[in-house]
């Protein structure tokens, strides 16, 4: 850039301006659970109330994720890893950006999880646990997909031939096969207003 | 989820929602050119302008991608590409997510840019052409590369042994070699205004 006669200072933007810009708090909604467990269905209702709150959200799941940033990648083991890392690094820049950003994705590792809660500043990654049994999840197979598994088209598949890592201490944890979604949503937003991330209305 | 004995609608949260309650266009300003061009100061001079006038942006640049997102890339001429390809699928969600979206990658070739001007709506890739010679931005090789390139340190640098193909018709185009920030600011600030991307102050 050609020099200029004046010297021109300018802020850094970081995330606290942007959360001030967007009077809010950003944070992490990371739900997580087997499928069928009702994580996007939960993570939508949760953003629609945040959203006529008139809060900024995102939601990142397998419809908007899948096809573009992760479309390089398949389902095997590896990939599935490799998926989750790049979704808890997107997550993390759409909180530097200063959204409440919720993400649902069955991520059944602790571990993997728990890379991701350190990517994060203290307080702003809320796991979620959409806990409910898995003869319940299979039950609804919404898309069919425990029955692919059980026959053996679909291998590593979470609840069946691959395990799930049950949260030790989430945030929040949701009982979908006793609740009902809205009772499942108020609970969050409770939360979300206790521990000050939202105001209480 | 328990079905709930009330129905319970909630709206689906897109785009055009999230673009009222943070009371902005999205867009997606791409800033490409040579290396020591000015992409980057020039990308964080805007950031600061708008996010004084209040608009919720993000930035995405070297800085924050490569390490995080790109962490299992290279710099071969295939990371490179798929680097550009994550990148536009990211710039992407953010702008769905209702922000202004600056991006500051050299993107030396037309065809990667011209993919990312697909995967948005009509009128929200905005492409702007930091336009200087490359004896200038060799002059001014801040970060040595030209240097390490010069000596074969380096190889496929854009520049030196590898093309830049200029953007046939983009949006805006600022010479950093004649102007200095505060005019090119002032141009990218001036276009948003008069495409009524944001109001006029």
């Known amino acids: 850039m050609k020099s200029s006669n004046t010297v021109w200072h300018h802020p850094q933007i970081d995330m606290s301006v942007r959360e001030k810009i967007l009077k809010q708090k950003s944070v992490l909604l990371w739900f997580t659970g087997l499928s069928g467990s009702g994580k996007s269905t939960l993570a939508n209702a949760v953003e629609a109330k945040l959203a006529e709150k008139h809060y900024a959200t995102y939601l990142l799941d397998g419809d908007n994720i899948r096809h573009g940033l992760d479309g390089d990648l398949g389902f095997s083991q590896k990939d599935r890893k490799e998926n989750i890392r790049r979704v808890g690094e997107l997550a993390t820049l759409f909180v530097d950006a200063g959204l409440i950003v919720l993400t649902a994705f069955i991520s059944p ?23 409910c049994p ?7 197979d919404v898309k069919g997909l425990y029955q692919k598994a059980r026959r053996g088209e679909i291998t590593d598949f979470t609840g069946v031939s691959s395990p799930y890592e049950t949260p030790v201490n989430p945030e929040i944890s949701v009982n979908t096969k006793r609740s009902d979604l809205e009772e499942c949503v108020d609970k969050i937003i409770k939360y979300l207003e206790k521990h000050k991330i939202i105001e209480v209305s």
């Open 109 to 131: 590792f602790r571990g993997d999880r728990q890379e991701i809660r350190k990517l994060l500043p203290n307080g702003k990654f809320i796991e979620i646990f959409t806990d």
């Open 134 to 140: 898995v003869e319940t999840c299979e039950k609804r």
